[in-house]
């Protein structure tokens, strides 16, 4: 059974560093990445990492958050820095599965920026 378990989330001030954990079990994932979710808005793309290294990152976090991934630990991080209220959000860590392209997503951590 697949499971993803993110820890690291909290309150930090703006411009401030935060760093985002999630360790996937029951399986092996070709891509795993951070999506978040903002009140009264839809979930986003975060940033994505393919096991070979490959990122994507949206373009209101770059240069400012850094994804990474330990494939032998089967654990992705979200190394975010100078945060701004505005990446206040519920981050969700997500795994696709090889070979079947399953989507699997986490509980979701709060992260909270304040002014």
């Known amino acids: 059974q697949v499971q993803l378990v993110e820890s690291g989330g909290g309150l930090v001030q703006a411009g401030g560093s935060l760093r985002l954990s999630c360790a996937a079990s029951g399986s092996i994932f070709r891509v795993m990445g951070w999506y978040r979710q903002a009140p009264g808005k839809q979930r986003e793309l975060v940033a994505i990492?393919?096991?070979?290294?490959?990122?994507t990152y949206a373009e209101s976090v770059k240069g400012r958050f850094t994804i990474s991934r330990e494939n032998a630990k089967n654990t992705v991080y979200l190394q975010m820095s100078s945060v701004k209220p505005e990446d206040t959000a519920v981050y969700y860590c997500n795994a696709i599965k090889y070979l079947t392209g399953d989507y699997y997503w986490g509980q979701g951590t709060q992260v909270t920026v304040s002014s």
């Open positions: 990492i393919s096991s070979g290294g490959t990122t």
